[in-house]
């Protein structure tokens, strides 16, 4: 099932028209939260798994990173903090599936602009798993 028209211009431009006016800035205080909650579990030998998942990939191209407004530098300024959260926090995994846009689900498998469908949430659910699988290497 989808929401997005299967012809691809008439879904660019459905996603285009439902896209909100840039407007985005990372609230210091909402972060704050985030790591100290991340730190809280971490300390309690929670692993913790962070992920980005996949934005239709027509929003590479449009003024918006995602249907809420969020910049693309903005987009880019919060996947940069979350790979910093892997690199320095023991039992905290990131990981990209947007990678900006320039992932390789296709048009198909998105339900909206900003969720997949049933085939492709099997789709990330297979390829989380896989992730999860590597994970153990990786980290204590």
Do not use: C
Request: hydrophobic residues 35%.
């Amino acid at each position: 099932k989808r929401l997005l028209p299967e012809d691809p211009a008439a879904a660019r431009q459905a996603i285009l028209k439902d896209l909100e006016k840039p407007d985005f800035e990372i609230s210091e205080e909402h972060w704050k939260l985030f790591t100290d909650t991340l730190r809280m579990l971490t300390d309690r030998g929670v692993g913790v798994l962070l992920v980005n998942t996949p934005m239709h990939p027509f929003l590479k191209d449009m003024p918006t990173a995602d249907p809420n407004g969020t910049t693309h530098e903005g987009m880019a300024e919060m996947v940069r903090r979350l790979e910093g959260l892997h690199a320095e926090m023991p039992r905290v995994w990131f990981r990209d599936f947007n990678l900006g846009g320039r992932h390789d689900f296709p048009h198909e498998v998105f339900y909206d602009a900003d969720h997949l469908n049933r085939s492709g949430s099997r789709e990330l659910t297979k390829r989380i798993v896989r992730w999860m699988e590597e994970i153990g290497k990786e980290k204590p």
